[in-house]
């Protein structure tokens, strides 16, 4: 089964950037999604950013306008940028894939602070 490693995460000061990025154990094949969750201590798991192998993409409205996800299809590596970073964004972000006809996959999970 494909693997996940998130990498990125860290402290930011509010207003600051950070990215993350997150590779596949394998080279990825057919139609796929791969995006970002991420859950604050307290609350459920929410989506943040996912982009398909068409790289289509869809945001929450929190997030939009301030973060970017791409991804690198020769790398099997999807990204987050994310900017003007607020306290509300600190959470524990999991990267996610999803590839046609097969389970979801999770990450670990990498940990964003915004705190000044």
């Known amino acids: 089964q494909v693997q996940l490693v998130e990498s990125g995460g860290g402290l930011v000061q509010p207003g600051g950037s950070l990215r993350l990025s997150c590779v596949a154990s394998?080279?990825?094949?057919?139609?796929?999604?791969m995006g970002w969750y991420r859950q604050a201590p307290g609350k459920e798991r929410e989506l943040v950013a996912i982009i398909t192998s068409e790289f289509t993409t869809n945001y929450a409205d929190s997030v939009k306008d301030r973060f970017t996800i791409s991804r690198d299809k020769a790398k099997s590596t999807v990204y987050l940028q994310m900017s003007s970073l607020k306290p509300d964004d600190t959470a524990v972000y999991y990267c996610?894939?999803?590839?046609?006809?097969?389970?979801?996959?999770w990450g670990q999970g990498t940990l964003v602070t915004v705190s000044s």
């Open positions: 996610y894939l999803v590839v046609m006809g097969s389970p979801e996959v």
């Open positions: 394998r080279r990825l094949f057919g139609i796929n999604v």
